[in-house]
């Protein structure tokens, strides 16, 4: 959303974005006009939570009717509203408005018409009246920020109104290794079950390994009380594509930025899944068929991560990432997806 809301701004467009009041400061910063949701339930990724109290949170989020009153209240005199695809109620609300609308796919849509709509959301949503599939194909186009060859479902057949863009993130360059191998281990800004513990094995297996470790906690970890060889730096945050401009490999959790992020530094990955009922899993399926990588469960033991981190810095998985860098960053994803909202939103208006 950053990034092609960014792009509108930069051709002269009137962006303003609806979200929770803890996401102001990022957008702000971006140059972008930010509105927090006056009536929408709050939402805290970072927040501890069990599994259970986790999806029912998620369900919510997704569901509730607030969000499309919000939005549409916003958005009484736009021209287009980009609606994240997980957000069922308000890509509803526009519908029913006629209020042109694309829905907007932030990582594999294979994952998002497989297991997350035959799942506990999908069938919560499905009970509400929000079948996914049916207020996907009513919005006036879909844009998939993401590469077609990757995501299982890039090489279907789809309705006209569905396009994928390639990722949408910032201009980017092979990477140029430094020596010893740089890693940089990074496994989620949101709080997952089971995350520190994984963090700490991979930290444990990789004691004495002849790279430099760049770890990042993000608010999801609190570094204080972690075990950290003497090969490692912990830090709450670095801006990413710095520390990837000197990198070797990543280690990560599958989130879809990351892993994209990585591949357009011609970094191979090590994936480690932190909740099976995300796209993490499918992520690290799809880089590991790839070849640019090896996904591992969160409970491999410490010598199964050093090995892992091994495996991917040979130049099989380093060629393999390389290639798809090369494909990713011959389209820039952020100018083919804004051109996309552009022809469906309403002449006239900002």
């Known amino acids: 959303m950053l990034g092609i809301g960014g792009e509108l701004v930069r051709r002269g467009h009137d962006v303003r974005v609806i979200g929770h009041p803890q996401q102001r400061s990022v957008f702000e910063a971006a140059g972008l006009d930010f509105h927090a949701y006056p009536h929408a339930a709050p939402w805290d990724p970072v927040a501890p939570k069990s599994t259970f109290s986790g999806l029912r949170g998620y369900i919510q989020q997704f569901t509730e009717r607030a969000k499309g009153e919000d939005l549409l209240t916003l ?65 006036d186009a879909v844009v998939v920020c ?61 004691v004495g390994a002849p790279i430099e470790l760049i770890v990042t906690t993000g608010p999801a970890i609190d570094p204080t009380g972690l075990t950290v060889p003497s090969n490692a730096t912990v830090h709450d945050f670095l801006p990413h594509d710095e520390v990837m401009a000197g990198c070797s490999a990543v280690i990560s959790h599958g989130g879809h930025s990351t892993t994209m992020r990585a591949l357009a530094h011609d970094l191979p990955l090590v994936i480690v899944p932190m909740h099976p009922m995300l796209d993490q899993p499918m992520v690290g399926k799809a880089i590991e068929s790839a070849g640019a990588g090896v996904s591992l469960k969160k409970s491999s033991s410490s010598t199964a991560f050093r090995t892992a981190v091994e495996t991917v810095l040979d130049d099989a998985h380093r ?12 389209i820039d994803g952020t100018v083919v997806a804004v051109d996309r909202i552009l022809e469906v939103a309403r002449p006239g208006l900002s």
Do not use: N
Not at 82 to 97: F, P, R, T
């Open 75 to 139: 958005a009484h005199d736009a021209s287009v509203a980009v609606i994240d695809c997980m957000l069922l109620s308000a890509l509803d609300a526009a519908k029913s408005a006629g209020l042109p609308h694309v829905a907007m796919v932030h990582t594999f849509h294979a994952y998002f018409d497989g297991p997350w709509r035959g799942g506990p959301v999908g069938i919560a949503s499905r009970l509400k009246g929000l079948s996914p599939r049916r207020v996907w194909r009513e919005s």
């Open 146 to 206: 993401s590469d077609p060859s990757l995501d299982p479902a890039g090489g279907r057949s789809w309705p006209d109104t569905f396009l994928w863009t390639g990722p949408v993130q910032a201009p980017t360059e092979p990477a140029s290794p430094v020596s010893p191998p740089r890693v940089l281990l990074s496994l989620s800004t949101t709080s997952f079950p089971g995350q520190r513990e994984a963090m700490q094995r991979i930290l444990d297996g990789l």
């Open 319 to 330: 060629d393999a990432a390389a290639a798809i860098g090369a494909r990713i960053r011959a």
